[in-house]
């Protein structure tokens, strides 16, 4: 044991430096810290194997970025002597993955047609003028989207047109929605959304109590689902903290 430690010691602050990076970047339970800080190179080794390694599940997708970025290149080319509808659509919707909104939106203006009949390019549409705050816009693309399929992505669609209509002011739809979605969906961003338009409703013990349906699930829920909420629990701990000093 004195061999191991007389090993890990000139180690000790690069790993507790790369364990805490990882914290401040997921921001896993709080204990983690003094772990870290309290348990030196040991405890920061810790960490990594139980927060650090199962986290590279995630990290996967980050790789998809190199071969996006060369197919979106490969497709600006093309479209300048095939500028299909289907193209089109392809290049969008790799400029949102890239989060790059005003070039999604573009592309899909391109892409859809008075033939258009699939619900898909109106919904992504819809998320990219979310993101780029034109709700008038989103609520117009997401009803199309419902009148269609009102299931669509899992409800999703249903509870981030309930969203836009809350930014846009119609109140009365907002709540009509957010009330049927919350029956039957139970996505975080769902509930997160709701809780901000109660709250901004005035309706704060409402608010709490979907505040607090989203930080309830984080017990029962296995590691790697947890670590895909936790940027939805985070947002939930913040907008508590408000209602409560409100």
């Keep these: 044991m004195g061999y191991f430690y007389s090993f890990l010691f000139p180690w000790n602050f690069i790993i507790q430096g790369i364990a805490i990076v990882h914290f401040i970047r997921r921001r896993p339970d709080t204990y983690w ?8 190179g040991l405890g920061a080794i810790v960490y990594i194997f ?4 199962p986290d590279f599940g995630l ?3 980050s790789f998809k970025v190199f071969p996006r970025r060369r197919r ?7 479209i ?4 299909s509808a289907g193209n089109y659509e392809e290049l969008a919707d790799l400029y949102l993955e890239e989060g790059k909104y005003v070039q999604a939106r573009e592309c899909y203006n391109k892409a859809i047609s008075s033939r258009t009949d699939s619900p898909d390019p ?3 549409r819809g998320l990219a003028q979310i993101e780029l705050g034109d709700f008038p816009a989103a609520v117009s693309d997401l009803e199309r989207v419902l009148a269609k399929d009102p299931k669509y992505d899992f409800h999703r669609a249903a509870g981030l047109l309930a969203h836009a209509y809350a930014v846009n002011g119609q109140i009365e739809k907002a709540d ?4 049927q979605t919350t029956q039957i969906s139970t ?3 769902t509930y997160l959304n709701y809780a901000n338009f109660l709250a901004s409703q005035g309706r704060s013990a409402e608010a709490r109590e979907w505040t607090q349906r989203i930080l309830a699930k984080k017990p029962t829920l296995p590691g790697y689902l947890k670590r895909r909420e936790r940027p939805w629990f985070r947002k939930a701990k913040g907008l508590l903290k408000q209602l409560r000093a409100a």
């Excluded at 810290?33 to 030196?40: C, F, H, S």
């Excluded at 139980?50 to 390694?53: C, I, N, T």
């Excluded at 300048?80 to 500028?83: E, G, I, S, T, V």
């Design 33 to 40: 810290l003094w772990i870290i800080l309290i348990g030196g």
């Design 50 to 53: 139980v927060e650090v390694l």
């Design 59 to 61: 990290l996967r997708q």
């Design 72 to 78: 979106i290149r490969e497709l600006e080319a093309i």
């Design 80 to 83: 300048l002597d095939n500028p």
């Design 122 to 124: 109106f919904y992504r």
């Design 176 to 179: 009509a929605l957010f009330r």
């Design 187 to 189: 996505l975080s961003e």
